[in-house]
C-alpha cells in the first residue's frame, strides 16, 4: 500500500498535465453536501424544480435546447433562490450562442452558492471557460483557483493550461522517472 504522497507522485508522472497532488477524489461527500443544502427548500417544490431540471437536461442532450431553457427557466421560477438551474441554463444558453446570458445566470449561481458546493463549484468553472474565451485570463484563473479549492479536478487541470511551466516540470518528472525505470543499456 503507498502513502497519499507516493499517490501524489505517481499521479504526476501519468498525468503530466494535472497539477502536483492533484488525486481525484470520491463524489460521496458531494452528493451529500448538496442534499444537505437542498434541505433548506420545500420537498415538494424541490421534487418539481428537479424534474423540471431532468427534463431540461434530456432535452439539452437530444438537441432541443430552447426546450431546455425553458424549463431551466421553469424550475428557477419554482425555486429562485436554487443555484442548480442557474448552471443548467447557463450551459444551454451557451449552446445558443448567448454568452451574456450564461455570464449572467453563472454570475447568479456564483452568488447563491456563496461560490461553495457542487452548484459554487460547477458556476466557477464554467464562469472561468467563458472567462478564458473571452481573452480575460486573470478573471478565468482566478475563478478556476476557487474551484479547484472546492474540489475540481477540471479547474486544476485549467490552471496548469494557464501555466504551462507546471506542466512543463511534470513532464519532466515523468520522463525522469521514465528513463530510470527503462535506463538505456550503453554498449561497450
Same mark, same amino acid.
Given at each position: 500500500?503507498?502513502?497519499?504522497?507516493?499517490?501524489?507522485?505517481?499521479?504526476?508522472?501519468?498525468?503530466?498535465?494535472?497539477?502536483?497532488?492533484?488525486?481525484?477524489?470520491?463524489?460521496?461527500?458531494?452528493?451529500?453536501?448538496?442534499?444537505? +443544502?437542498?434541505?433548506?427548500?420545500?420537498?415538494?417544490?424541490?421534487?418539481?424544480?428537479?424534474?423540471?431540471?431532468?427534463?431540461?437536461?434530456?432535452?439539452?442532450?437530444?438537441?432541443?435546447?430552447?426546450?431546455?431553457?425553458?424549463?431551466?427557466?421553469?424550475?428557477?421560477?419554482?425555486?429562485?433562490?436554487?443555484?442548480?438551474?442557474?448552471?443548467?441554463?447557463?450551459?444551454?444558453?451557451?449552446?445558443?450562442?448567448?454568452?451574456?446570458?450564461?455570464?449572467?445566470?453563472?454570475?447568479?449561481?456564483?452568488?447563491?452558492?456563496?461560490?461553495?458546493?457542487?452548484?459554487?463549484?460547477?458556476?466557477?468553472?464554467?464562469?472561468? +471557460?467563458?472567462?478564458?474565451?473571452?481573452?480575460?485570463?486573470?478573471?478565468?484563473?482566478?475563478?478556476?483557483?476557487?474551484?479547484?479549492?472546492?474540489?475540481?479536478?477540471?479547474?486544476?487541470?485549467?490552471?496548469?493550461?494557464?501555466?504551462?511551466?507546471?506542466?512543463?516540470?511534470?513532464?519532466?518528472?515523468?520522463?525522469?522517472?521514465?528513463?530510470?525505470?527503462?535506463?538505456?543499456?550503453?554498449?561497450?
Amino acid at each position: 500500500m503507498c502513502t497519499p504522497r507516493d499517490s501524489a507522485v505517481l499521479h504526476a508522472i501519468f498525468n503530466p498535465n494535472a497539477p502536483f497532488g492533484d488525486i481525484c477524489e470520491g463524489e460521496d461527500n458531494d452528493a451529500r453536501e448538496e442534499a444537505d +443544502l437542498d434541505s433548506r427548500f420545500p420537498a415538494d417544490l424541490l421534487e418539481a424544480a428537479l424534474a423540471l431540471e431532468q427534463s431540461g437536461v434530456k432535452a439539452a442532450e437530444s438537441g432541443d435546447v430552447r426546450t431546455a431553457v425553458q424549463k431551466f427557466t421553469e424550475a428557477i421560477a419554482i425555486l429562485p433562490d436554487r443555484p442548480s438551474a442557474y448552471n443548467n441554463r447557463a450551459q444551454a444558453l451557451r449552446l445558443e450562442g448567448d454568452e451574456t446570458g450564461a455570464l449572467q445566470d453563472l454570475n447568479h449561481a456564483v452568488e447563491l452558492s456563496r461560490g461553495a458546493g457542487i452548484a459554487g463549484r460547477q458556476a466557477l468553472v464554467q464562469r472561468g +471557460l467563458i472567462l478564458r474565451l473571452k481573452g480575460n485570463d486573470e478573471a478565468a484563473r482566478s475563478d478556476f483557483q476557487r474551484a479547484a479549492q472546492l474540489g475540481s479536478g477540471f479547474a486544476r487541470q485549467q490552471l496548469v493550461l494557464l501555466n504551462p511551466y507546471a506542466a512543463l516540470c511534470n513532464r519532466m518528472l515523468r520522463d525522469m522517472v521514465m528513463k530510470l525505470q527503462e535506463p538505456d543499456i550503453q554498449e561497450c
